[in-house]
Antibody, heavy 118, light 111 residues
């Protein structure tokens, strides 16, 4: 079964940092681009970061660039998102998502990990 | 950034009746012969799930009561006969230009 499982969220004080992890199973990670999408309570989703299949290409939403670092370890089937200098407005559920080959979309989502900045 | 605008914001539908959601993008989403417009459904308590890609192509397993249409900057998602499992928030999303952006969502519930 194809699965993405996020971890690493929690309650953090403003100015703090978190490293979110995404453990993947059921597919060969090194053939897929991956992204992180966040969703604040009661709001729509927002794409925040993307990483190519081999990790050589990274993109970030402009509003968060400089505070985010996306990375991956294909050998361990893991994708990461480091968030620094957390602010109250970063409070969201963070989803790890997979890009289907050939489509600019998200076909597999994890259940997400909640980050609360307070 | 490309702005995606949906209407209506909410829709209350009698089971078995049709529903239609409109989505407008602030610029054309066509590139290299493809239009990068996608529809997602977020059911309560779940992450969004991809329903339709490239305007009108249903993902495997998506019921054929769902259909997408449109071109350029105007798109529509139609549900021919709404069922209870269709309740949730529908998002149109553009994958033409980073940052990929979501519309604000249309909430569909049952009368």
């Amino acid at each position: 079964e194809v699965q993405l499982v996020e971890s690493g969220g929690g309650l953090v004080q403003p100015g703090g940092s978190l490293r979110l992890s995404c453990a993947v199973s059921g597919f060969t990670l090194n053939t897929y681009w991956m992204s992180w999408v966040r969703q604040a309570p009661g709001k729509g989703p927002e794409w925040v970061a993307m990483i190519s299949d081999d990790g050589s290409i990274k993109h970030y939403v402009d509003s968060l660039e400089g505070r985010l670092t996306v990375s991956r370890d294909n050998g361990k089937n893991l994708v990461f998102l480091q968030i620094n200098n957390l602010r109250a407005e970063d409070t969201s559920r963070y989803y790890c998502v997979r890009h289907p080959v050939g489509l600019h979309a998200f076909d597999i989502w994890g259940q997400g990990t909640m980050v609360t900045v307070s | 950034d490309i702005v995606m605008t949906v209407s209506p914001v909410s829709l209350s539908v009698t089971p078995g009746q049709p529903a239609s959601i409109s989505c407008k993008s602030s610029r054309s989403l066509m590139y290299d012969g493809k239009t990068h417009l996608y529809w997602y459904l977020q059911k309560p308590g779940q992450p969004p799930q991809l329903l339709i890609y490239d305007i009108s192509k249903r993902l495997s397993g998506v019921p054929d009561r769902f259909s997408g249409s449109g071109s350029g900057t105007d798109f529509t998602l139609e549900i021919s006969r709404v069922e209870a499992e269709d309740v949730g928030i529908y998002y149109c999303v553009q994958g033409f230009q980073l940052p990929w952006t979501f519309g604000q969502g249309t909430t569909v519930d049952l009368k």
